[in-house]
């Protein structure tokens, strides 16, 4: 590295400390538990997804966020809710895989891929239906695409991604709502969801430095 190429790194990352990215104003969830996560969990920004997992199965992701009209998606407030599946997260106790793994950390690791994209889950729910509640009270039900019928990983060849289904919520721009899902099942296994309020936020996040 050239000492410029060094100096203008160094400035980035000062500029960084001292300001960071804007996120600009954005749908912020909250629940009673859960915990916060960027819409690409690989990238930074905004933090507007809420995710819930099953204590049991920390791998098994379900994830919530919202999104305000803008002018490249003007057809009103959307709302994202499904399951994701990082089929290659440690177990216990180890925390993460090597950077440069040993052959006895790359069978591991194949084995608890196979052994977790062959695993029974079914997930159901009492409803295809959630409920849209407003700060005056009113409510109105909207369908989740997700969980409109039994939903077994292991037959949707895009259990891998990190996209779920969005969809329209309201024609209008709602900037305060609760969301009240449905009761939903892992294996019949009754998961703990809470009701998410969104409200508007506006944050300041860490951008990926590309010196």
Known sequence: MTPSHLFRCLGLL?????????????LKPEAANGTYNTENPTYPGPQQVIEFRPADETWIVFRVLAKLPNPHSP????????FRFIYLLPEPPRTSWSLFPSEAEK???????ERRKHQRLEITASSPFATIVLPDGT?????????EKPYNHSEDPRAHGIWGP???ISPKMLDNFTVIFPDIFLNGKKLDIPPVKFGISKDVYAPVLNC
């Open 14 to 26: 000062l500029t960084l400390t001292l300001g960071g990215c804007s996120t600009g104003l954005y």
């Open 75 to 82: 057809e009103g407030t959307k709302l994202t809710a499904y």
């Open 107 to 113: 069978e591991e690791n194949k084995n608890l891929l």
């Open 139 to 147: 409510r109105t039900q909207v369908a989740l695409p997700f969980l």
């Open 166 to 168: 969005q969809f329209v």
